[in-house]
């Protein structure tokens, strides 16, 4: 059984940064890609970012630029900087792995975390 734990989540005012994490337990994931989904209000799952287990990153286009995964596959931990938040950016973020790196919004990833509340408002 693997185990995925975000931390990190919070309030910002827009133009601000956050940074999630995410702690793996259970299995080494060192072979996994991981990453980060979303979901806003009123709004599907939609993909994020990801990093592969050959360190090869991923963004989703409204993201890239401000937004970067990072990962230590030793420690099977992500990251996930988040800088120049808007409010469009708020949701619920997840930490996820998957023996496949699949960037489709709605693919279903092996592994999910419990989810991190991100809100970015005035």
């Known amino acids: 059984q693997v185990k995925l734990v975000e931390s990190g989540g919070g309030w910002v005012q827009p133009g601000g940064s956050l940074r999630l994490s995410c702690a793996a337990s259970?299995?080494?994931?060192?072979?996994?890609?991981m990453g980060w989904y979303r979901r806003g209000p009123g709004k599907e799952h939609e993909f994020v970012a990801a990093?592969?287990?050959?360190?090869?990153?991923y963004y989703r286009n409204s993201v890239k630029g401000r937004f970067a995964v990072s990962r230590d596959s030793a420690k099977n931990t992500v990251h996930l900087q988040m800088n120049s938040l808007a409010p469009e950016d708020t949701a619920v973020y997840y930490c996820?792995?998957?023996?496949?790196?699949?960037?489709?919004?709605?693919?279903?990833?092996?592994?999910w975390g419990q989810g991190a509340q991100v809100s970015v408002s005035s």
């Open positions: 990093i592969s287990w050959s360190d090869s990153t």
């Open positions: 259970g299995r080494s994931l060192s072979d996994y890609a």
């Open positions: 996820v792995a998957d023996p496949n790196l699949v960037t489709n919004d709605d693919y279903p990833w092996a592994y």
